[in-house]
């Protein structure tokens, strides 16, 4: 499965963005995706994730109640709304398709990034 997401841009503080994780190839449907993000010399960090199905997400602490993720299976695609952004959540965001995890080797499949950047 290819991925290509898109999205990402300049937003202030207390605003929102909404990510896109638009999926080509093998059966979409089969596959939980995640998103995770980099900010510059840090490691990748999960960021949301969710089941083949929809029925299960799983986010952590630092966007619980801020982020929210889903899916359309119809349009092959995952998006993840990110409200109240603050300054440490500028990265660059990649959505992943694999296995239903928060850990990064569980994905096979990785989008090229999109960068979001939120000013104080």
């Known amino acids: 499965v290819q991925l290509q997401a898109s999205g990402g841009g300049l937003v202030q503080a207390g605003g929102s963005l909404r990510l896109s994780c638009a999926a080509s190839?093998?059966?979409?449907?089969?596959?939980?995706v995640g998103w995770f993000r980099q900010a510059p010399e840090k490691e990748r960090e999960f960021v949301a994730a969710?089941?083949?199905?929809?029925?299960?997400?799983y986010y952590p602490d630092s966007v619980k109640g801020r982020f929210t993720i889903s899916r359309d299976n119809a349009k092959n695609t995952v998006y993840l709304q990110m409200n109240s952004l603050k300054p440490e959540d500028t990265a660059v965001y990649y959505c992943a398709a694999g296995a239903y995890s928060m850990v990064v080797g569980s994905y096979d499949a990785w989008g090229q990034g999109t960068l979001v950047t939120v000013s104080s």
């Open positions: 190839g093998r059966t979409f449907s089969n596959y939980a």
């Open positions: 969710i089941s083949w199905s929809g029925s299960s997400t």
